[in-house]
């Protein structure tokens, strides 16, 4: 009886903790959601006074009022996610991809139109299917097969878009987000599972964009050809990921996954017009003492970061409370900011490629991992769950790969707008700053020093102060280096400082993974606020 009254006892004291704990999490939710609509805002006030197009921020303003309403009145039930709250994060996720494709839309007017489109498709789609059935249904239910359809179809005829490459990112999106993450118990969250349906939508649509432009083009550039590349680099560890995790015997998955590195193989080949391996080997040799040299410090550096990540580990169990796991892992930060800022301004393109080709190895050391691989996965599995925390408790292993992607984003997304400038700009380096510089920073300082906590929220306004400024400071630092060595590095000071200071509120905040989140919000308050104030 005793034990009984204990049980109920426990019971009702966890239930005051949350209930007390509601309104402070709805109000750090309510600054999440401020910060989204003040970029909404400031796109809108664009489109209406600088005549941008009024198309595309009165679609994301829909897009934003119909998550709201979605998350306030329906309750999805997917199952297997990482939050009890399940529908946390939604307006982020349904907004925050077509936002960033319309800031970027800003700098480029065209590079990024078809992506904006075909995000709005899948999260209009998402929207759609929640308020008729109250859930996401798998791709091969009627409702949701006529929805892609008719999402699909609505989207090509009044964007003139082609219709296959959108109808391919709608469906894949609809595969990831109703069913593949089911399988994969509580490694996502809503917005997280939202945003990698997305991209792996975006990146199908994008292979088929291409392979449908190589038919009737016979002229390309490098940079073109990095982009097949780093699309097939990319999507094929996704593509061995679904084979993976089918239902069929060892042998059968075997096969396929010998058949689809197969034709992946013949599909470079044929977009070279020559074979991939040569190809590379004549890349790197026609710059041999910068690309070489590069990739020696690379490897250097990563053999020197995995020792003393190890180092740093050992000494963090013996006095936990003087070195927290936490800022361990924010030592990979660190090392990807002085290991990708050179590539970046030195050798772009060499850049971009390493980033596809680190994508694909992360993915497939994941993808062994997780499918017991002999010898290779019990080493990965000892190295990897050394530096997990709380976010990490689910099937997969992501924020390393996160990490990686948010580092790589904004590299690419400067690659991709194909812009000739004569100076070099901030943009590709965004990422490495949110991830390596203003999450360290905060997590360091807040950790020591936070005193004042955001409401809500676990992290501390000092904290946020301390990445604000540390990322200013170290902007004009590597400005003054990069001038040194003859390259000179434009800023914007004005929408910089603004862009970064939502940011570090955002990372303050958010209680989703901000490897994946802060990225994508830098380069979209970035381009929006820079267009802003020009």
């Given at each position: 009886v005793m034990g009984h009254r204990r049980h109920h006892l426990c019971a009702s004291t966890e239930l005051t903790r949350l209930s007390c704990n509601a309104p402070l999490k709805m109000a750090s939710r309510s600054i999440e959601l401020a910060l989204v609509a003040l970029c909404v805002s400031a796109l809108v006030y664009l489109s209406v006074f600088r005549s941008v197009s009024v198309y595309m921020s009165m679609t994301v303003l829909g897009l934003l009022v119909c998550g709201l309403y979605v998350e306030g009145s329906y309750r999805l039930s997917l199952q297997n996610l990482r939050q009890n709250a399940q529908?946390?994060?939604?307006?982020?996720?349904?907004?925050?991809?077509?936002?960033?494709?319309?800031?970027?839309?800003?700098?480029?007017?065209?590079?990024?139109?078809?992506?904006?489109?075909r995000s709005v498709a899948c999260c209009l789609g998402a929207q759609l299917m929640s308020i008729y059935t109250g859930h996401l249904r798998p791709l091969f239910s009627l409702p949701?097969?006529?929805?892609?359809?008719?999402?699909?179809?609505?989207?090509?005829?009044?964007?003139?878009?082609?219709?296959?490459?959108?109808?391919?990112?709608v469906a894949l999106f609809w595969e990831v987000v109703a069913k593949q993450i089911n399988r994969l118990p509580k490694s996502f969250t809503l917005c997280e599972g939202f945003l990698v349906g997305q991209a792996c939508g975006l990146l199908c649509s994008a292979v088929v964009d291409v392979s449908m432009e190589r038919v009737h083009n016979s002229m390309w550039k490098v940079s073109q050809e990095l982009y097949w590349i780093a699309l097939a680099l990319a999507i094929t560890p996704l593509l061995l990921a679904f084979i993976a995790a089918s239902d069929n015997d060892a042998?059968?998955?075997?096969?396929?996954?010998?058949?689809?590195?197969?034709?992946?193989?013949?599909?470079?080949?044929?977009?070279?017009r020559r074979d991939p391996v040569s190809w590379l080997v004549l890349f790197l040799l026609e710059k041999p003492y910068i690309r070489l040299g590069l990739l020696l410090f690379w490897?250097?550096?990563?053999?020197?970061?995995?020792?003393?990540?190890?180092?740093?580990?050992e000494y963090s169990l013996a006095h936990p409370l003087v070195l927290p796991?936490?800022?361990?892992?924010?030592?990979?930060?660190?090392?990807?900011?002085?290991?990708?800022?050179?590539?970046?301004?030195?050798?772009?393109?060499?850049?971009?490629?390493?980033?596809?080709?680190?994508?694909?190895?992360?993915?497939?050391?994941?993808?062994?991992?997780?499918?017991?691989?002999?010898?290779?996965?019990?080493?990965?599995?000892?190295?990897?769950?050394r530096f997990l925390d709380d976010r990490d408790g689910g099937?997969?292993?992501?924020?390393?790969?996160?990490?990686?992607?948010?580092?790589?984003?904004?590299?690419?997304?400067?690659l991709a707008l194909n812009v000739p400038t004569s100076v070099p700009s901030v943009d590709p380096m965004l990422g490495l700053l949110a991830l390596g510089v203003a999450d360290t920073a905060a997590s360091a300082v807040g950790i020591r020093y936070g005193r004042t906590k955001w409401p809500g929220s676990g992290k501390s306004v000092e904290g946020t102060v301390a990445?604000?400024?540390?990322?200013?400071?170290?902007?004009?630092?590597?400005?003054?280096?990069l001038t040194l060595c003859?390259?000179?590095?434009?800023?914007?000071?004005?929408?910089?400082?603004?862009?970064?200071?939502?940011?570090?509120?955002?990372?303050?905040?958010?209680?989703?993974?901000?490897?994946?989140?802060?990225?994508?919000?830098?380069?979209?308050?970035?381009?929006?606020?820079?267009?802003?104030?020009?």
């Open positions: 529908q946390q994060g939604y307006v982020v996720a349904c907004t925050l991809v077509p936002l960033m494709f319309a800031g970027l839309e800003l700098t480029a007017s065209g590079a990024f139109r078809h992506m904006f489109w949701c097969f006529c929805l892609c359809i008719a999402s699909s179809w609505i989207t090509s005829h009044y964007t003139g878009l082609p219709f296959l490459p959108t109808a391919v990112c042998f059968t998955r075997l096969t396929l996954c010998g058949l689809l590195l197969c034709l992946t193989f013949l599909w470079l080949a044929w977009m070279l490897a250097v550096c990563v053999a020197i970061g995995v020792t003393v990540a190890k180092t740093l580990k796991n936490i800022l361990i892992r924010k030592f990979f930060h660190i090392l990807c900011l002085v290991m990708f800022v050179p590539g970046i301004y030195l050798e772009p393109l060499l850049m971009s490629l390493a980033f596809a080709v680190a994508l694909f190895a992360f993915l497939l050391a994941e993808i062994s991992r997780v499918s017991n691989v002999p010898t290779v996965a019990p080493v990965l599995d000892v190295f990897m769950k099937v997969v292993i992501l924020t390393h790969t996160y990490l990686l992607i948010g580092c790589a984003i904004s590299q690419w997304m400067s990445a604000v400024v540390t990322v200013i400071v170290s902007v004009y630092i590597i400005q003054m280096l003859s390259i000179p590095l434009s800023l914007q000071p004005f929408p910089f400082f603004l862009s970064t200071v939502v940011v570090c509120v955002w990372e303050a905040v958010t209680d989703q993974i901000d490897n994946l989140l802060l990225p994508l919000a830098y380069v979209a308050s970035f381009n929006i606020f820079r267009a802003l104030l020009s």
